[in-house]
């Protein structure tokens, strides 16, 4: 598995086309955290908190998340040596999981250089150091689950064409769903008496409660059992292929 995975990390950084993702990510965050003025600058905001970056982050991942997985599958498919790597001695789902912990990978890279944040804000604050960890790092966790779901939406889609773009699209449709598609039904007047059952079917619930800094069962077992599915999902995706 450990080795597919490192597999995968180093085809994405083998072109421009990694590094860019990261770069992306890190730029636009850094652009409407510290230089563009407006609501989520920290310097206008007056106060030493990232929650900038935690409202910013899950909407910039919905597109750069399906930019990274969108080929995992989909270029084997292209290329025509997905049949070849699903002959060989190794499990199905095992192949699954190293194709999206290499995705899961990627997006740690991208999220590390942003605790350069968390550092600047923490030696400027007055005095040094007044600021809510706990409530930073429920954040990072929190982000980090939903990535997790975005990251497995992202293989699944990958798995069912062999354009990439297709799949880019794909897993971006289903990211947005899920992350505000929920929310936006549940206001509707027709749902207004199961809005609370809704809203707990949506990512956008469950990110927010652990970004509160306080760690739910529920919401863990939510971000895995999504993630799960959508993993399970693709391997059947892959089982089907070898019975057509």
């Not at 923490?122 to 429920?138: F, L, Q």
């Not at 927010?208 to 993993?231: A, P, Q």
Request: glycine share 6%; no cysteine.
């Amino acid at each position: 598995m450990l080795v597919l995975t490192r597999k995968e990390i180093g085809a994405f950084f083998s072109s421009l086309t990694g590094y860019l993702v990261v770069i992306v990510f890190l730029v636009l965050n850094s652009l409407f955290i510290w230089v563009f003025p407006g609501e989520f600058n920290i310097f206008d905001s007056g106060y030493a908190q990232l929650d900038s970056l935690f409202i910013l982050a899950p909407w910039i991942f919905l597109f750069l998340i399906p930019a990274v997985t969108m080929r995992l599958f989909s270029d084997e498919r292209r290329a025509g040596t997905l049949e070849l790597l699903l002959t060989r001695p190794v499990d199905d789902f095992t192949i699954v999981v190293s194709k999206y912990l290499a995705g899961l990978a990627i997006v740690i890279i991208s999220l590390i250089p942003t605790l350069v944040y968390f550092l600047t804000i923490y030696v400027n604050a007055n005095p040094v150091g007044n600021v809510d960890t706990g409530g930073i790092w429920g954040s990072y966790i929190g982000l980090f689950f939903l990535s997790s779901i975005y990251v497995g939406i992202g293989v699944f889609a990958s798995s069912l064409t062999s354009n990439q773009i297709i799949s880019f699209i794909i897993a971006l449709l289903l990211s947005f769903v899920l992350y505000f598609g929920f929310d936006s039904l549940a206001g509707l007047e027709m749902f207004r008496s199961m809005d609370s059952v809704i809203i707990q079917l949506g990512i956008n619930e469950h990110y927010r409660s652990i970004s509160r800094g306080v760690i739910d069962l529920r919401d863990i077992v939510y971000f895995i059992t999504m993630v799960f599915f959508f993993l399970f999902s693709t391997y059947q995706v892959l089982i089907s292929r070898k019975w057509k």
